[in-house]
């Protein structure tokens, strides 16, 4: 019997009919789906803003066609997600604009190849020393750490020296070193595709083997305009890559949602201030890498950028899970004395409106001990673990012809959503600090994917990987500072 068919029970017939239930209502699936709908349009657009969000729509699915999908795309999918079936008795999906295609697709040639580089940048903060105890998850942050448990477990093969507060740093040279760090050992926070077809990175982070070379030649076309201009091994191509996906995070839209460059965005005022210096991070030991200093105040990220966005809604998440669990275990003690019904009273999933909002915007951290407090709270960390989990998409495709570029040693800024900008920071994979190349003119977007509601459920499953994680890097450090491998500063090493 196929998926999807032990859903039906007989429940009985006459003369001409015959009687079956559905094991749930089907227009629970529509409520559902526009419910993930209206939390996009109400609260990721409003944080992250409408420039880089896309709400979908509420779109009829038959059943016989979401069967042949089904079955088609079941070989593509990683093999620890085929215990997760598609539900193709729903009779509903959500449709969203391929975001691995440029964005707006107006004004592309018809043939034209696109690139789309997808990015999950995960969490780009530590918590404040108030709201934890550990004083590891002050200095080294959750994705460094867990590195650690994804080996143990055989989740990948080896600790990746991809560091998020590396990237969210503003610092080109940090940003630089962190995308390469992903480009080295992706797992699951980087791909590459073309023309919508994957050609780089994997759909399972447990075998994920890197090809940089090959990735160079689909690479080509898009930054380099002759095999002349490309060193052996495509490194050229490569450099030119990481600085295009530096200036594309950096790039700020207007209000309007054009995507215009502020002149002096770099030297706004109003930035994140937080500890951004993860001291696992192998960028800089002792504090510096190629004469580049750092120090807590090195955040320099454009506030309208899409890192920025992104981070702003993380930062939702006041307390930690350290503070947030305490909280869930006061509320389901009072969803348990209560009718089922209470729950939509305490307005945990919906409706996302103004009021939702509100709650938003609430910053205070004392607990006076109530049920609202609880409640707010929750609303608020549940709102950043979807924007700590989120996908960012930078499409790109060639625009008109091609045009010489100096490129020179200087900041990343740009006046348009078009690349190369007039002045380029050059990589150390670059044959000289200063290179004449002919490059294509590309024309980018940027765009934020994977903004669906975190169930209430999820808090109690934070918790506990939570202290998976902390337990299993605790144990690693503890046994490298046994045996004089770091120091007290918690250098990050590889585990294989």
Partial sequence: MQDGETCWRYLGEGNRSVVLAHSRALSNVAERLRNMIDYTQQVMKSLIGPAYVHCGELAEMPTDLAKRISAQIHHFRPASRHGKTMDVWSGFATRLPNLTRLQPPEGLEPHADVLCIEIKPKCGFLPTPCRVRSMLKQRVCRYCMHQYLKVTNGKCKKVNRYCPLDLYSGDVQRMEFAIRGLLENPQNNLRVFKNGELIFGCRDERACPTDLPALAAHLRPFFASGPDEVNEGGENVIGMLVAFLVHALLH?????????????????????????????????HNGSRNGCSLSQDSDRLPPSCVLARVRRAQC????????????????????????????????????????????????????????????????????????????????????????????????CQTSSKFWPPATLSVLPSLPTSTAKLSLPRLRFSVSVLDLDPKPLEKVAHHWRQDRQILECYNAWHNKRLRSGVISNAGQHAEMV
């Fill in 252 to 284: 700020e839209p207007n209000e309007q949602g054009d995507d215009i460059w502020q002149d002096d965005a770099l030297n706004s005022s109003g930035y994140f201030k937080s500890t951004t210096i993860c001291t696992a991070s192998q960028f800089g």
């Fill in 316 to 411: 939702l998440d006041l307390l930690d899970i350290e503070g947030v669990h305490p909280l869930y275990l006061r509320l389901q003690q009072h969803i348990l004395k209560q009718p089922p019904q209470s729950r939509f009273s305490l307005r945990l999933d919906q409706p996302y409106d103004g009021e939702f909002l509100q709650v938003l915007q609430d910053k205070s951290t004392f607990d006076d001990g109530s049920l609202q407090f609880a409640v707010r709270k929750i609303q608020q960390y549940l709102v950043s673990m979807t924007a700590k989990d989120v996908s960012i998409m930078i499409a790109c495709a060639a625009h008109g012809n091609f045009r010489e570029k100096t490129l020179t040693t200087t900041t």
